[in-house]
């Protein structure tokens, strides 16, 4: 196992370091190398999770640690011309985090490796707590989404994610009161965090007050200079990165309404429903949190007007929670929308090749784990 893990990741880190090395523009993510460096990095990174997923040992821990450590500082230094300009989009503008980073320009990049390293641990600790293989840890430790976003653009939606996932640890160990003081803290990242709210006051009951305190004191200084709607950036400036929600406005303009609320308040519906119905089935000891946070923050993602590629971070963080590999797929194809960010404009053909796989191996994989439930327990994934 650790010959093939060793030698995965040295085709891994060579990517890595081709992917900076390569080419100097701030558009090389729309070019046909980047995609292609993708699809080998991508390609190591399935192979390593087959050799992992069922293995544990302090061992394996350290060295997916190592190697993932290894991965994220050299892209660090090497910097090889990634755009770090992150354009404001819906539930992606301005937010306590990143205005608090903005002040110090040129850590991006740093607090975004420190903290999801940090993130990693965590998610060492949590996959313990809920007797978990250890394996899984390379999940997130070795998601090319995450190592690139970080790493070499900067994105600081790993901050809000460590506080995440922290949260759940601590209420795994019982301390209700720093869970809720750090979950609090993952609401001063983008607003589509909010997602796992519903799930969180379940959980943390009178003390998720304390969560929408420190949230709220947070948010203070940026809401009394900026409007609400535009912190929310609405109305969307486009369609870019939409699946459900343009399809849903498209079909709503033909058949009903050219009132762009009516698409909105349905899709908002549609999640809010679903919200409800996965925090009832929420688990009394917490133990399904990380789960249901990941469906609750990947649906919300699907039915959003507009996503940029670095949204998809958390669901890239909590997939080590779920048996359900598609989610890794979404990952996968969240760069195409690299393809669309320079021309302004998203195409029908350009969202089914980014969202398709996704939709397709979500739903394949749940009818077989679903069957083999059913069939043979012994044999559910």
């Given at each position: 196992?650790?010959?093939?893990?060793?030698?995965?990741?040295?085709?891994?880190?060579?990517?890595?370091?081709?992917?900076?090395?390569?080419?100097?523009?701030?558009?090389?993510?729309?070019?046909?190398?980047?995609?292609?460096?993708?699809?080998?990095?991508?390609?190591?990174?399935?192979?390593?999770?087959?050799?992992?997923?069922?293995?544990?040992?302090?061992?394996?821990?350290?060295?997916?640690?190592?190697?993932?450590?290894?991965?994220?500082?050299?892209?660090?230094?090497?910097?090889?011309?990634?755009?770090?300009?992150a354009p404001e989009a819906f539930l992606q503008g301005v937010n306590?985090?990143?205005?608090a980073m903005g002040a110090r320009p040129g850590f991006e990049a740093?607090?975004?490796?420190?903290?999801?390293?940090?993130?990693?641990?965590?998610?060492?600790?949590?996959?313990?707590?809920?007797?978990?293989?250890?394996?899984?840890?390379?999940?997130?430790?070795?998601?090319?989404?995450?190592?690139?976003?970080?790493?070499?653009?900067?994105?600081?939606?790993?901050?809000?994610?460590?506080?995440?996932?922290?949260?759940?640890?601590?209420?795994?160990?019982?301390?209700?009161?720093?869970?809720?003081?750090?979950?609090?803290?993952?609401?001063?990242?983008?607003?589509?965090?909010?997602?796992?709210?519903?799930?969180?006051?379940?959980?943390?009951?009178?003390?998720?007050?304390?969560?929408?305190?420190?949230?709220?004191?947070?948010?203070?200084?940026?809401?009394?200079?900026?409007?609400?709607?535009?912190?929310?950036?609405?109305?969307?400036?486009?369609?870019?990165?939409?699946?459900?929600?343009?399809?849903?406005?498209?079909?709503?303009?033909?058949?009903?309404?050219?009132?762009?609320?009516?698409?909105?308040?349905?899709?908002?519906?549609?999640?809010?429903?679903?919200?409800?119905?996965?925090?009832?089935?929420?688990?009394?000891?917490?133990?399904?949190?990380?789960?249901?946070?990941?469906?609750?923050?990947?649906?919300?993602?699907?039915?959003?007007?507009?996503?940029?590629?670095?949204?998809?971070?958390?669901?890239?963080?909590?997939?080590?929670?779920?048996?359900?590999?598609?989610?890794?797929?979404?990952?996968?194809?969240?760069?195409?929308?690299?393809?669309?960010?320079?021309?302004?404009?998203?195409?029908?053909?350009?969202?089914?090749?980014?969202?398709?796989?996704?939709?397709?191996?979500?739903?394949?994989?749940?009818?077989?784990?679903k069957r083999g439930r059913k069939g043979r327990p012994g044999k559910?994934?």
């Amino acid at each position: 196992m650790f010959l093939r893990l060793f030698f995965l990741s040295i085709a891994s880190e060579g990517l890595y370091l081709l992917l900076a090395a390569w080419h100097r523009s701030h558009r090389f993510e729309a070019s046909a190398p980047f995609l292609a460096i993708w699809a080998a990095l991508f390609l190591a990174y399935a192979l390593a999770i087959r050799v992992v997923q069922e293995r544990s040992g302090r061992g394996l821990t350290l060295f997916i640690i190592v190697t993932s450590a290894l991965f994220r500082v050299s892209l660090v230094l090497e910097k090889g011309g990634f755009a770090t300009g992150a354009p404001e989009a819906f539930l992606q503008g301005v937010n306590p985090i990143r205005a608090a980073m903005g002040a110090r320009p040129g850590f991006e990049a740093i607090g975004a490796v420190v903290f999801d390293l940090a993130a990693l641990a965590v998610i060492a600790a949590l996959l313990r707590g809920l007797s978990l293989p250890a394996g899984l840890a390379l999940v997130h430790g070795w998601n090319p989404l995450l190592v690139k976003e970080g790493a070499a653009s900067g994105r600081l939606e790993t901050i809000p994610l460590f506080f995440l996932l922290l949260a759940f640890l601590l209420l795994q160990e019982k301390r209700a009161g720093a869970s809720a003081l750090a979950y609090g803290a993952s609401l001063a990242g983008p607003p589509f965090f909010w997602a796992t709210l519903p799930l969180a006051a379940r959980a943390l009951g009178v003390r998720s007050a304390l969560s929408l305190l420190v949230a709220g004191l947070a948010w203070a200084p940026l809401a009394a200079t900026r409007p609400f709607a535009d912190l929310m950036g609405w109305p969307p400036s486009s369609s870019i990165g939409g699946s459900l929600f343009p399809a849903t406005a498209e079909l709503a303009r033909l058949l009903l309404t050219r009132d762009p609320l009516a698409p909105f308040l349905f899709c908002a519906g549609i999640w809010l429903l679903l919200a409800l119905a996965r925090t009832a089935k929420l688990d009394p000891d917490g133990a399904g949190l990380p789960r249901e946070a990941l469906v609750l923050l990947g649906c919300l993602l699907f039915l959003s007007p507009q996503v940029l590629p670095w949204a998809f971070l958390p669901v890239a963080g909590l997939a080590a929670f779920s048996a359900n590999r598609g989610w890794i797929v979404a990952t996968a194809t969240a760069p195409l929308t690299y393809l669309a960010l320079g021309e302004g404009s998203w195409s029908f053909w350009l969202a089914f090749a980014q969202y398709f796989p996704v939709y397709a191996s979500l739903v394949f994989v749940a009818l077989g784990t679903k069957r083999g439930r059913k069939g043979r327990p012994g044999k559910a994934k």
